[in-house]
């Protein structure tokens, strides 16, 4: 019993890992820009698609596979903020950059259908095969390399925040962008970073989840949506929150698979998220935000 | 002295107040849902007009909750799909009369949208968003996973027609006939877009939109905001649970992915592509958005892309919806005409 509670919080936390990577560009993103990318998802499923050539193509270099899914990534969220969000900024609507994501992914979606079609992939890098076993757990060396590329992504990204020039300038903007642009910050660069780092994410954890995911063009939209709840119960622009909400959705999920049926997965996660929002709608670790609670 | 004489002038006779512009526009929409499906003999065409009907139903409700009351509602596939379940589980499970069944699968709706407000009144913009989102899910996943009551993904099939509605004098009216099925279909629309046009005209629409336009100041001005979120959610559920029947009937098989979240974004481009806010609008952008895609069958499977891009395209460059569209279009040709009027 010991041994399926602990090899299922194994499975929970490298799925956990890899939404924080999706959910935290998500929430880089409504930080600086009180906006949501729907089109994040399908970064994600073309990042995975994206390393799924490259490691096909070139013989199986799985890493090539990952830094192409990291600039493909990069590019689409410099190119969605170019052309969607920053000429509807004006607008100052909450609604009208949602739809128009809305329109970009169901494009993107239909044109990834179009070229790879909707049969799953089945995407096996030289990683998946080899088991590690330790006493009477074992996981996947895709596992390993899951956990060990999402920490480190985090772990980095938090120094990059914390730390570094542009990081502090990058909080400057979430907290009040006006008041950052008169201390000589452009925001509209600091944005544009910001969707580049964070698309730049939903590659590279595009490119880490092919091989766990069914592979489809779809395969994006069951991941985004429990990254919203992640970026919700950990509090909307909040990374601390979110990296304990995204081991927490992680968590729920493998422990429900084992113990309920994975059907009930989302079930649980969104109650989760209804309680949350009625309890502490602030999320787990509250923000100074006014505008939305 | 005069303000007071010109009060008291006497108003237009109830005569003359019967024939306005608006009852005359009525006149005229019912005319043209009589005629269509004169225009349209195929059953592929009369099929597409009921598709129409039920999205427009779909988007008027919705618009009701998103553009007057402002609350940004992007989980109505919920509501959709729990008054198509609600109403085929009772006419199957517990053999209720299908008008009997409709009108619970409409309250159970209503009243699921009055649940989900509960949210709304704490919540606000993505938040609330989010949650809605989440209630969709869930209702989704329960509809996919309680197999023993929705048998899950295999669906409920050879549901029903609307019975036959036997009037004196007349030939029994049977809804296995499509052009039937759309008079009943439109002809409820048209019910639902009269007493929504009332709604938002009447004071009650008036308390929605400065809900929407400012929660603060409405408080201030002693609008019980809770109880009027609940009213607005509860009406526009209420009528997408009436969609919701009208498909189960039509279709005669439900599954649960008809009601995925998708679902509840494509009525969002239909309100937003219409124009949020108005009545008017969300009708076109639900017509257009459902033609779309059927005129586009001739380029196969580019035209799902089109549909996305045409949504993308219409938020950047006219952000008000065709209704927006419509009303430049309608000034420049009025500026048209009155410099070529004032021309000797």
């Known amino acids: ?293 | 002295m005069s303000d007071l004489a010109r009060t008291k002038q006497p108003g237009p006779t109830l005569n003359q107040r019967f024939f306005t512009l608006r009852r005359f526009c009525f006149l005229v929409a019912a005319i043209i849902i009589a005629l269509l499906p004169l225009i349209f003999p195929s059953s592929y065409w009369r099929t597409n007009l009921i598709v129409c009907a039920i999205n427009v139903l779909l988007a008027i409700g919705l618009d009701f909750v998103l553009g007057y009351t402002g609350q940004l509602n992007i989980g109505q596939s919920a509501f959709y799909g729990i008054g198509a379940y609600a109403s085929t589980l009772l006419i199957i499970k517990l053999a209720v009369p299908f008008w009997v069944a409709f009108v619970l699968g409409v309250l159970i709706s209503g009243m699921g949208g009055a649940l989900l407000s509960l949210f709304a009144v704490r919540l606000r913009g993505h938040y609330l968003a989010i949650a809605s989102l989440g209630f969709a899910v869930i209702t989704y996943q329960i509809l996919l996973n309680w197999i023993s009551l929705t048998q899950g993904p295999l669906g409920i099939y050879a549901i029903a027609p609307a019975p036959p509605i036997a009037l004196p004098w007349l030939p029994r009216i049977v809804f296995t006939n499509l052009t039937n099925l759309f008079y009943l279909i439109a002809g409820f629309a048209l019910l639902v877009y009269f007493i929504l046009d009332q709604l938002v005209r009447s004071p009650i629409g008036a308390t929605l939109t400065a809900i929407r336009e400012d929660d603060l100041s409405a408080a201030s001005l002693g609008i019980d905001a809770p109880k009027w979120k609940a009213f607005a959610f509860a009406v526009s559920s209420a009528v997408a649970g009436a969609a919701g029947c009208f498909y189960a009937s039509f279709v005669g098989t439900l599954v649960p992915d008809a009601f995925f979240i998708t679902e509840s974004f494509s009525m969002l481009a239909m309100v937003i592509v219409g124009g949020m806010g108005t009545l008017i609008g969300p009708v076109f952008g639900a017509i257009l958005l459902t033609v779309l895609p059927e005129v586009l069958r001739g380029i196969g499977d580019l035209r799902l892309i089109v549909y996305g891009a045409a949504v993308t395209l219409v938020v950047l460059f006219m952000p008000g919806g065709l209704v927006q569209g419509a009303r430049v279009i309608a000034r420049r040709a009025l500026r048209v005409t009155t410099k070529f009027e004032a021309r000797p």
């Open chain 1, 1 to 293: 019993m010991l041994t399926v509670i602990l090899q299922q919080g194994i499975n929970g936390i490298v799925m956990g890992g890899l939404y924080v990577l999706v959910a935290l560009g998500l929430t880089l993103i409504y930080g600086v820009l009180v906006q949501i990318n729907f089109a994040h998802a399908d970064i994600v499923t073309l990042g995975a698609f994206a390393a799924y050539f490259i490691a096909q193509l070139l013989s199986g270099n799985y890493f090539l596979g990952i830094a192409v899914a990291i600039l493909v990534g990069g590019v689409l969220g410099w190119l969605i903020n170019a052309a969607i969000f920053a000429p509807l900024r004006e607008q100052r609507s909450e609604l009208l950059p949602l739809i128009a994501t809305i329109g970009v992914s169901i494009m993107l979606q239909n044109a990834m259908l179009l070229l790879f079609g909707p049969i799953p992939y089945a995407f096996n890098t030289p990683y998946s095969s080899r088991v590690i076993h330790i006493g009477s757990l074992f996981f996947t060396l895709q596992n390993l390399l899951i956990i060990l590329v999402s920490t480190a992504t985090i772990a980095l990204l938090y120094a990059f925040m914390k730390f570094t020039f542009l990081g502090k300038a990058l909080r400057a903007v979430s907290q009040d962008r006006d008041t950052a642009a008169l201390m000589g910050i452009n925001p509209n660069s600091l944005i544009m970073l910001t969707f580049i780092i964070a698309s730049a994410l939903a590659g590279m954890s595009g490119a880490l989840l092919g091989p766990v995911l069914v592979l489809t063009p779809f395969a994006g939209t069951s991941v985004i949506v429990k990254a919203f709840a992640i970026v919700i119960i950990g509090g909307f622009g909040n990374v601390e929150g979110t990296i304990i909400a995204g081991l927490i959705v992680g968590l729920i999920e493998s422990y429900t698979t084992q113990f309920l049926d994975p059907g009930w997965i989302d079930i649980a996660v969104f109650a989760l998220l209804l309680i949350m929002l009625a309890v502490r709608p602030t999320g787990l670790i509250a923000e100074k935000r006014a505008e939305n609670v």
